[in-house]
């Protein structure tokens, strides 16, 4: 009966959709909406892909950054300053030209706008010619450069409240009509200047997981995201698309002992159990990772030793030998950790290896892996509780409690923002606080590198440098546990190319290369 209604609210959506679904339209299920609205200075395509909006860089299948808007861009000498030249033949789907003065305007407007869209680092966007801007800085930071890579730009003479709901740029796709927690429609945008899609007009519906896989069933939709337990299933004249991505989910610890501090909100810091280096090792050895990922994600999705696996400031020889319960167990002994009672936690000093592993309640896949890894830790004498609670709820409780998170960027700055002790306990950013000046020193170098690739051999250090380090090797601050795979359903005769590697599930990430999607 579920499945039934799920199908006659399927129906009503796609009746709503201006005319009828056209034999050539694509009809993609793959969640995403932006609630709050599609204005890059507020937040929309930080993870990439704006779709509405151009950016002035952006990456290739292989991950290349390769240019946009920008002809050129490049760093000074004095670390701070972006110079960027942008084309001279781009246009807003007004039809108006897009000029340095937008490019100038989305930058300064971003950095204080106040949305998710982190700008902190901005000092000023300076026009200093009829193509050129200068992007100055307040500091050195090396991964600024991928703010070019995902901040949309907007027009200025367009841009206000309204425009959220009813975005202008000058990417690939215009928005036709959003009907909120429904549906949307877009159209290929005739004055785009880079390669022009095949595929004219594009419906998203935005429905659950189960009207979703119905629908596809049906025959009703082109493309289905779908979670691992779903992608082991057949469909009709679908084949699955299985994208490799740095989605990755792992627990965080709190480092530091609970001494009854609060944080602003009333939340306790710390916690006596966690904040021991040697339990939070032995957990990172007790876990298997291949068993979790070939029993809760149904084999789609790889092995997670750290935040940034496979990725160019990956340290791969940090990476351990888990699912060694043995090991774990002689890392507790040696650290005080004893069995007192056989069956029961261990104890240290009269504490005992108990401690709360929260999960959001309404994440299913986080579930699985918490009572997973509870499991596993049980039977080396660690005893979590395993609680879901809502991300309300997390937010009170992600200083003194080991918490389920899931992370993944293009950007290593996501390993700045989850180590550095400077910002401990600033929301989710090193909730744990976590404190080691070595791995500060590591990431504040990387920051002020001045090229990409001179910041590589410090975010890899500050993982592991053959002493210390954030990895399981070293502080273990993190129990890493997997990296997704994401999957979808894919209707036969449609080609969607080859999808660049994913980060964390924000907006429509698959769509990042749909100007080379075609029916064949």
């Given at each position: ?42 937040g929309w395509g930080r ?88 992007l100055r800085l307040k ?114 610890f709190p480092c530091v ?264």
């Open positions: 009966m579920c499945m039934k209604r799920s199908m006659i609210f399927l129906v009503a959506v796609l009746c709503l959709v201006t005319g009828s679904v056209q034999a050539k339209d694509l009809v993609l299920a793959i969640g995403g909406e932006s609630r709050t609205g599609y204005d890059p200075t507020l993870y990439g892909n704006p779709l509405f909006q151009s950016t002035l860089l952006k990456r290739d299948a292989a991950m290349k950054v390769v240019p946009d808007l920008a002809r050129s861009w490049k760093l000074k000498a004095d670390k701070v300053t972006w110079m960027v030249t942008i084309r001279d033949d781009a246009k807003f789907s007004d039809g108006t030209p897009v000029t340095v003065t937008d490019v100038a305007y989305t930058f300064n407007t971003a950095r204080h706008a106040g949305g998710s869209y982190d700008m902190t680092e901005l000092d000023e966007a300076v026009v200093t010619g009829p193509y050129s801007l200068e500091e050195p930071r090396i991964t600024f450069v991928h703010r070019l890579i995902t901040l949309g730009i907007v027009p200025e003479h367009l841009h206000g409240p309204d425009y959220a709901r009813n975005p202008v740029g000058s990417g690939p796709y215009t928005l036709v009509r959003w009907a909120e927690g429904e549906h949307m429609v877009v159209a290929a945008n005739p004055l785009y200047y880079g390669t022009k899609p095949t595929i004219k007009r594009v419906i998203f519906l935005f429905t659950d997981e189960e009207t979703s896989f119905a629908a596809a069933k049906a025959g009703q939709v082109d493309v289905v995201a779908v979670p691992p337990a779903l992608a082991v299933q057949k469909l009709p004249g679908m084949s699955l698309h299985p994208v490799i991505s740095v989605d990755n989910r792992g627990i965080m002992a609970d001494e009854g501090r609060v944080d602003p909100s009333g939340g306790r810091i710390g916690n006596d159990v966690t904040r021991d280096p040697a339990l939070r090792k032995a957990i990172n050895m007790a876990i298997d990772r291949g068993a979790l990922v070939a029993g809760v994600l149904e084999g789609y999705g790889r092995v997670a030793y750290g935040m940034a696996d496979d990725l160019p400031w990956d340290e791969s020889t940090a990476r351990i030998d888990d699912g060694d319960p043995v090991r774990a167990m002689a890392i507790l002994e040696a650290a005080g950790w004893h069995e007192v009672t056989k069956g029961a936690p261990r104890e240290k000093n009269g504490v005992k290896a108990v401690f709360p592993l929260v999960y959001p309640a309404s994440d299913s896949t986080r579930q699985a892996l918490a009572l997973a890894s509870a499991d596993m830790m049980r039977q080396v004498g660690i005893y979590p509780t395993v609680i879901g609670k809502s991300w309300d709820e997390i937010k009170r409780l992600n200083h003194s409690c080991a918490i389920l998170f899931g992370w993944g960027s293009h950007n290593p700055v996501e390993m700045y923002n989850l180590y550095h002790s400077s910002l401990s306990g600033q929301g989710h950013y090193n909730a744990g606080y976590y404190v080691n000046p070595v791995v500060d020193a590591y990431l504040d170098a990387a920051m002020a590198a001045d090229s990409v690739e001179a910041s590589l051999p410090f975010w890899k250090k500050s993982q592991w440098d053959g002493e210390t380090g954030t990895s399981a090797r070293g502080d273990a601050p993190w129990a890493w546990l997997v990296n997704l795979t994401h999957t979808y359903f894919v209707k036969e005769g449609l080609d969607v190319g080859v999808s660049q590697i994913e980060p964390h599930g924000h907006g429509w990430p698959i769509t990042a290369n749909i100007t080379e999607w075609r029916w064949r």
